[in-house]
Antibody, heavy 123, light 107 residues
Framework: EVQLLESGGGLVQPGGSLRLSCAAS????????MSWVRQAPGEGLEWVSV????????YYADSVKGRFTISRDSSKNILYLQMNSLRAEDTAVYYC????????????????WGQGTLVIVSS | SYELTQPPSVSVSPGQAARIACSGD??????AYWYQQKSGQAPVLVIY???KRPSGIPERFSGSSSGTMATLTISGAQVEDEADYYC??????????FGGGTKLTVL
């Protein structure tokens, strides 16, 4: 059974940093691309970033490009999202999602989702 | 950015068919996917590649796509189907996008 468990969320001041983690189990981690998707309070879903199964390809939404960095540790089966220069508009529940294949982008889709971790950016 | 357009809300009585539309310029060449999100829970994939149903999803959920419109149909909607539904697809360059979401009310 695929399990994705996010952690690392919390309250942070504007301009601050936070690192989210997603522990994966139940599948061969390195065989699948992984994404972060967020949802602001009362709002819809917004894709944030994707990383290929090998970690060699990464893509970002324009709203986070240059501030967020996605990475993965296949020896530990953990996905990360380093978030810097945080803004109030980054406040959201952040979900990690297992993609349907190994490539980042293209015709992949989000097959399984974690339960999310809440990030609040406020002074 | 690529826009996928959904109605904000759809309301049906129990046992009626619920249809949720999603329009996007790239849908003639790109698959549509549908996610169900119940209150306080993570999204769940209910339809992939326009019309395929993942294992464990009830048969009353179906999908179709024609031209620039994809449609999620719930035949005989039940109270437990009340949720927000999001379509998802990519533009011609592979950039991902979600629709704004449709709140389905069954009462």
């Amino acid at each position: 059974e695929v399990q994705l468990l996010e952690s690392g969320g919390g309250l942070v001041q504007p301009g601050g940093s936070l690192r989210l983690s997603c522990a994966a189990s139940g599948f061969t981690f390195s065989n699948y691309a992984m994404s972060w998707v967020r949802q602001a309070p009362g709002e819809g879903l917004e894709w944030v970033s994707v990383i290929s199964g090998s970690g060699g390809s990464t893509y970002y939404a324009d709203s986070v490009k240059g501030r967020f960095t996605i990475s993965r540790d296949s020896s530990k089966n953990i996905l990360y999202l380093q978030m810097n220069s945080l803004r109030a508009e980054d406040t959201a529940v952040y979900y990690c999602a297992k993609e349907s294949g190994i490539a980042a982008g293209g015709n992949e889709y989000f097959q399984h989702w974690g339960q999310g971790t809440l990030v609040i950016v406020s002074s | 950015s690529y826009e996928l357009t959904q109605p904000p809300s759809v309301s049906v009585s129990p046992g009626q068919a619920a249809r949720i539309a999603c329009s996007g310029d790239a849908l003639p060449k790109k698959y549509a996917y549908w996610y169900q999100q119940k209150s306080g829970q993570a999204p769940v994939l209910v339809i992939y590649e326009d019309s395929k149903r993942p294992s464990g999803i009830p048969e009353r959920f179906s999908g179709s796509s024609s031209g620039t419109m994809a449609t999620l149909t719930i035949s005989g909607a039940q109270v437990e189907d009340e949720a927000d539904y999001y379509c998802y697809s990519t533009d011609s360059s592979g950039n991902p996008s979600f629709g704004g979401g449709t709140k389905l009310t069954v009462l």
